[in-house]
């Protein structure tokens, strides 16, 4: 336990801290696990080799200041997080966990962001995409784009079954057509979108021809050059500017104009759509299918704890 847990330097909470009829390090111990501490002692020991990680922002940072700080810090942190990694032997599902507070104690704004662009865009192609999306997983772990995650809309926040933005594939163009009926269709509040998302995982109704829909799906959805961060052509992407909190997260809106993705980018896991049109799926109870779409969310609200 000594490798674990240091004691606490001197300080005005040691006469309090005395007084407790129990051994802090022994319950710390029971409710993490040795592998989880060992886990977080690395990754504070990596975290000292980027100073970017340890400068003390000015007390009152512009907005800009706050953003560039945070884009920074979130590529520091990228690179501290995966060098621990891939030295340790420790992958139970908590060294996830062990990961996000370590990274929260450091800075949450950053964390977030790094959690937004890399983690949760990756893990939702991975639960929701097949092998035809491996290389968004790949381009996204090097840093070449960046993602953010889009189900929240302006008219309706999160109710999923209120949800207008619509995906309608095009057997001529093999493209599906996504478009926004109206401003309240938009969708917002998307962290990483209003400055350097280059790709988002955007929910939408799936139509096919005819007008069916099959209810919401998942797409990955290209948003800005990767090399110049300017937006596409067909979309309205727009920052949503300072917050109560958390400003090194740049939360957007997005806006879709008939704007065409390769029918490829659809997450076809629980359905997919045949070159001619035909809406296939593995499912027959909709609801069953609608969970197995938002299933993904889960991560994302069990890690809020964290925060």
């Known amino acids: 336990m000594a490798n674990c847990l240091s004691d606490f330097p001197p300080g ?66 990228k690179l501290a997080r995966d060098a621990v990694t891939s030295k340790t032997n420790w992958h139970p599902p908590d060294r996830y966990f062990a990961d996000i507070i370590a990274s929260n104690l450091l800075d949450p704004s950053t964390a977030i962001k790094r959690g937004l662009a890399f983690d949760m865009f990756i893990n939702a192609i991975t639960s929701m995409g097949t092998e035809r999306h491996r290389h968004f997983i790949e381009s996204c772990s090097n ?69 069916t829909k099959h209810g919401l799906h998942a797409f990955v959805v290209p948003i800005r050059d990767p090399r110049t961060l300017i937006p596409y052509p067909g979309i309205k992407v727009g920052d949503m500017g300072e917050k109560a909190g958390l400003n090194g997260v740049d939360n957007g809106f997005i806006v879709f104009d008939q704007y065409g993705i390769p029918k490829e980018n659809l997450l076809n896991k629980i359905g997919d759509v045949t070159e001619n049109g035909e809406y296939v799926t593995d499912f027959t109870d909709p609801g069953k299918k609608h969970g197995a779409a938002l299933g993904n969310l889960s991560d994302g609200r069990v890690q809020m704890y964290t925060i």
């Open 143 to 211: 840093g070449d784009i960046f993602g953010c995650f889009g189900l929240t809309e302006i008219g309706h926040g999160s109710n999923t079954k209120g949800m207008k933005t619509t995906a309608t594939y095009d057997p001529v163009s093999r493209q599906f057509i996504l478009h926004s009926p109206d401003f309240q269709a938009g969708k917002c509040w998307v962290g990483c979108l209003g400055q350097i998302a280059t790709h988002g995982v955007i929910f939408a109704h799936l139509v096919t021809p005819g007008g």
């Open 12 to 77: 005005p909470l040691d006469r309090y801290r005395k007084l407790a009829s129990f051994d802090w390090k022994q319950l710390h111990l029971y409710l993490h696990g040795e592998g989880f501490l060992n886990y977080q002692n690395e990754f504070y020991n990596e975290i000292l080799k980027y100073p970017v990680l340890l400068e003390q922002p000015d007390p009152t940072p512009t907005l800009d200041e706050v953003r560039r700080m945070t884009n920074q810090r979130m590529f520091a942190l």
